[in-house]
């Protein structure tokens, strides 16, 4: 059908739009608002159902790609950190002091654009993200509530603003930041 193709190269158009943006300047995607209109409507459900299929699995591929190339650029900078207490028998206090002889910049975090977060926890370097609660924790990670055991699956998950203040508001969201390295 026309309409359904025209639809289709609306959103397509939008999220590209979307993709030219870091993803911590991201805020809810015009395909999540159109999707949740066309659910909220039972004659557009049924009408749109191929795209209320596809267009959230699209949409997701620049937020995978986004953590991707944050995990790329925590490698990076693990091999650089690794490198420097090679080569000096200590950690360096900041990441700064990798730059630029070990690394070109210090990567930015993609959850907040700041740049990634490191520390000397017991004597032990720890490269971290603030992770999907979006705040930083000292390089703690989230426990799950049962064991209390660290659960790294429960940071590394990015959520749209909108989304995210209602998980704080419901208190549902896990406390704890995205540990990189080691």
Known sequence: RRELVDEYDQLMGSMEATRSR????????VVDRRIMEWKDSPMQSIRYFPLILLMPALDKVHINSELAIMRRDALLAAIA???HHRRHGTWPATLDELVP???PAVPPDRFDGQPLRYALINGAPVLYSVGTDQDD???RPPLTSLTRRPDHAAAQRWLPAAELAQKRAEDTISDGDWILWP
């Open 101 to 103: 002889e070990l690394l």
């Open 81 to 83: 950190l690794e490198l």
């Open 137 to 139: 924790d000292g390089g």
């Open 22 to 29: 870091p993803l911590w300047e991201r805020e809810q995607s």
